[in-house]
């Protein structure tokens, strides 16, 4: 008698862990795909991804038109955010929405509003990173480093909190790597900070080769990142 009591208390106390179910949704270059199942150890997520960049849309096959996907599927960790990154040759916007029961990840999420312009960063472009971009409010000037065939390359322009509190794993896949700088202040990323390197000549920092290897690599970058 008391074995049956101690068992069924397990049974209660400790029910079998059933994994999340959640739905998956996964484009190709054609920009759409059909609603699947998944199990995911976490989350579930809902997120649409925009672009604007012309070398993105040539890659893409889209025209002249805005590059916007959306994805489902699971979400580790700091994946679920809602930000934009602007990098004056190419601008990405996340909207993110992130939930924990079955099948809760089915609507479309909706897109980013960016807020009103309001300061302004410094922006690498074809010939130095002397440029300036106005940049939207609450968003930071943001200073990182790509890797393109052996060779550190330096990036500047407008992020937000969430792009710049990021996981390293998720700036990686789009060639970003070592440590990511962001400051508030107007103009405050400029060449005079610890670490940075700046040159004067033309093409000296390599900006047209960053351009293409990080707009390459962007469509693996919205597949890895919900996989």
């Not at 208390?9 to 994994?19: E, G, H, N, T, W």
């Not at 270059?29 to 925009?50: N, V, Y």
């Not at 040539?58 to 025209?63: A, F, H, N």
């Not at 202040?185 to 900070?193: P, T, V, Y």
Request: net charge neutral.
């Amino acid at each position: 008698m008391k074995l049956q009591v101690t068992l069924a208390l397990i049974c209660v106390l400790f029910p079998k862990a059933l994994a999340l179910q959640c739905y998956q949704c996964i484009p190709g270059l054609s920009g759409t795909c059909t609603d699947t199942t998944t199990e995911c150890p976490a989350q579930c997520i809902s997120r649409a991804i925009t672009t604007n960049s012309r070398l993105t849309r040539v890659l893409c096959s889209l025209g002249d038109q805005e590059h916007e996907v959306s994805l489902k599927g699971c979400a580790a960790p700091g994946q679920c955010f809602i930000g934009s990154l602007n990098l004056g040759f190419s601008r990405m916007t996340f909207s993110s929405y992130c939930c924990s029961t079955d099948l809760c990840n089915a609507f479309e999420q909706p897109d980013f509003q960016p807020p009103p312009l309001w300061k302004e960063c410094y922006v690498c472009t074809e010939k130095d990173c002397k440029g300036t971009l106005t940049c939207e409010l609450g968003n930071y000037c943001i200073t990182a480093t790509a890797m393109l065939h052996g060779a550190r390359m330096t990036l500047k322009g407008c992020a937000s909190k969430h792009v710049c509190s990021a996981p390293a794993s998720i700036l990686k896949e789009a060639g970003i790597i070592g440590n990511v700088s962001c400051c508030s202040g107007n103009l405050c990323n400029r060449c005079e900070k610890k670490g940075m390197k700046c040159c004067d000549t033309d093409l000296c920092n390599g900006a047209e080769g960053v351009k293409l290897s990080l707009l390459i690599v962007m469509v693996p970058l919205i597949s890895t990142l919900f996989i």
